[in-house]
């Protein structure tokens, strides 16, 4: 069935390192995908997205990779702020045009 | 430009009782979407509004319902509440094409406690 999940529920990055957060699906059939970011007491936000004929897209100190093959979705954020801190996650738009939510990383910043 | 605004922003009721939430949808945005966020875990869809019909639902009961009004506005209902029922209510609001990537901006949710 689809659904989509995260391999780490906690993520601790250093203040200026670089972060990576990872996320499996399990629907093929699925061509969209989205990183939101979700901040204590807000709803989730939109961070970036991507086609599944790319495997890469860049923005603004964040970049997504997408592996078909593996069925594995990545974002990554440059050097990482304290305002990056989060919980994190991927979704997937389904064949009906819905988006199904993981259930998050939450991302801390060492200072 | 205004966002997505829902209310109430907490409530809590008893075991049995019903309960209205409702949305505001982004200015220019015909659709919206319900989602249920359980403590520590990732929005769940209940369902989706377009052009006021309910336009896709996931794997919740029918006590369930909702509305969207023709401004685009909606509501959730739930009736008969349970324990299981206490979560943030998040409703989400996009506009529809036709084969889209449909971003989704969310409202803040409303924080229902059942005791």
């Known amino acids: 069935g689809e659904s989509v999940g995260l391999h780490l529920p906690t993520l601790s990055v250093q203040e200026g390192d670089n972060s990576i957060i990872n996320c499996a699906y399990s629907n093929s059939a699925s061509d969209y995908f989205i990183w939101y970011k979700q901040e204590s007491g807000k709803g989730p936000q939109f961070i970036i997205d991507i086609r599944s004929n790319m495997d890469k897209r860049q923005g603004q100190r964040v970049t997504v990779l997408l592996n078909k093959t593996v069925k594995h979705l990545s974002l990554q954020i440059a050097a990482t702020q304290p305002g990056d801190s989060a919980v994190y996650f991927c979704a997937e738009m389904t064949g009906d045009d819905k988006i199904i939510f993981g259930k998050g990383t939450r991302l801390h910043i060492l200072p | 430009e205004t966002g997505v605004t829902q209310s109430p922003t907490h409530l809590i009721k008893t075991r049995g009782q019903q309960v209205t939430l409702r949305c505001s949808s982004q200015s220019g945005h015909n659709t919206v979407s319900w989602y249920q966020q359980a403590l520590g875990q990732g929005p769940q869809f209940i369902f989706q509004y377009y052009r006021e019909e309910e336009n896709g639902r996931g794997n919740f009961p029918p006590r369930f319902s909702g509305l969207q009004f023709p401004n685009y506005s909606s509501e959730l209902n739930v009736n008969a509440l349970e324990l299981d029922d206490s979560a943030l209510y998040l409703c989400?609001?996009?506009?529809?094409?036709?084969?889209?990537?449909?971003?989704?901006?969310f409202g803040a949710g409303s924080r229902l406690t059942v005791l």
């Open positions: 989400a609001s996009s506009f529809q094409v036709v084969s889209g990537a449909n971003v989704l901006t």
